[in-house]
Every structure is written in C-alpha cells, then in structure tokens.
T-cell receptor, first 118, second 116 residues
C-alpha cells in the first residue's frame, strides 16, 4: 500500500520557470491538501480539494495553482517560480474532514518535495 | 478562529530524562488535537490524537499528552527520552465543525535534541 506519493522529491528551478508537483494517493480519499513547510513556520496550507473536480484556497495560495482532475491525483503548479517559493512541499489526504478512518489516522502525509528556486 | 502556540522552539534533554513539549491552543468549537513528529528529511508521522474521548491520550513510542480544557493546553510528555526521539514535533488543532481553510492548523514546531 503506497499511501501518498509525491513526485519529484527534489527539484532546482530558475526564477521564472514553471513546474508541477504531482501527488497521488491510493486510499480512495476524498480530501487532498498541499502544504508548504518553512523553517520556524510550521506547515501552512496552500490549496486543498474536497473531491474530484473541486479546489479551494488555503492560507497561502498566491503564486500557486492546483487541479484535481482525478480523485487520486492532486497537482500543484508554479507558473513562474520565485525564490520565495523555495520550500518543502507536503501533500496529504484524508477520507473525510472529520471522520476518522479505520487505521486511526485522520490524515496521511507524503514524504515531501524539496524545491529550490535560484 | 483557531490557533496553536508551541511555547518552545527548541528543547534539549539528556537521554533517559523526561521530555515535556508545550502546546496551547485556541478554538471556537470542540477541537481535535494532534501531535505529529518529523524526523530529518522525512514526512510527518502521527504520534497521538485527542478527539473528545479520554483526556489523557497515549501515543506511539511511549509518548502521551493530556488535554486540559481549563488551561487550553495539550502538552506532550515522555518519561524517558531516547536518542531516536530527536526530531521536530508539531502540535496541530482541527476544528471538528469544519472550516474554510481545510482541516488542520499547525504550530510552528519544537525541535527536540537528545544528548547522550
């Protein structure tokens, strides 16, 4: 059982380049999330999705776009990368917002994607 | 509005001594509270969670936390630190009535160092 898988794990971009981070989950979860983690800031929610075909803004959405064309995939796009977007990005998924699943976890995280913008 | 404050950015203990990582929360509704651990260059792993059942919650690796509504606290403790406990710990609050910004609000993290 793969859980939540993020690709790529590491990437270096030049300012102004675009890229897409892919998140895939094989648990049939409705909710998916993209967070960024910066030193001393904890994790901050960028965008999230409550189901296939839906997306919503989180706490820090500027400079990012997302798409959820398939239930199992949640893509995070950077149209024109900036050094301020250097961060570690985490994808997560959960069955429902408030219902605990049978494994005792409300939310599963991927292992992170390290992005550096130079 | 929900918020969570981790009172220490860095805690250092000696192996075999107790661990205390402090967390205070603010929530308009009955919150769910979590502690996650992140080892270097790894993802987040759930340690334990409180969801309005018993106020003393036991988690993995010998950690436990006590929900104190009167103090709005959810401190994480362990009787005896192990070298493998060195990691960053995040206190997280979730408003079970839902919210417009997704499910979880993260604290800024507490880095735990364990000295031999």
């Amino acid at each position: 059982n793969a859980g939540v898988t993020q690709t790529p794990k590491f990437r270096v971009l030049k300012t102004g380049q675009s890229m897409t981070l892919l998140c895939a989950q094989d648990m049939n979860h409705e909710y998916m999330y993209w967070y960024r983690q910066d030193p001393g800031m904890g994790l901050r929610l960028i965008h999230y999705s409550v189901g296939e075909g839906t997306t919503a803004k989180g706490e820090v959405p500027d400079g990012y776009n997302v798409s959820r064309l398939k239930k199992q995939n949640f893509l995070l796009g950077l149209e024109s990368a900036a050094p301020s977007q250097t961060s570690v990005y985490f994808c997560a998924s959960s069955l429902l917002r408030t219902v605990l699943d049978s494994f005792g976890n409300t939310i599963y995280f991927g292992e992170g994607s390290w992005l550096t913008v130079v | 509005a929900q918020s969570v404050t981790q009172l220490d950015s860095h805690v250092s203990v000696s192996e075999g001594t107790p661990v205390l990582l402090r967390c205070n929360y603010s929530s308009s509704y009955s919150p769910s509270l979590f502690w996650y651990v992140q080892h270097p260059n790894k993802g987040l792993q759930l340690l334990l969670k409180y969801t309005s059942a018993a106020t003393l919650v036991k988690g993995i690796n010998g950690f436990e936390a006590e929900f104190k509504k009167s103090e709005t606290s959810f401190h994480l403790t362990k009787p005896s630190a192990h070298m493998s406990d060195a990691a960053e710990y995040f206190c997280v609050v979730s408003d079970r009535h839902g919210g417009s910004q997704g499910n979880l609000i993260f604290g800024k993290g507490t880095k735990l160092s364990v000295k031999p």
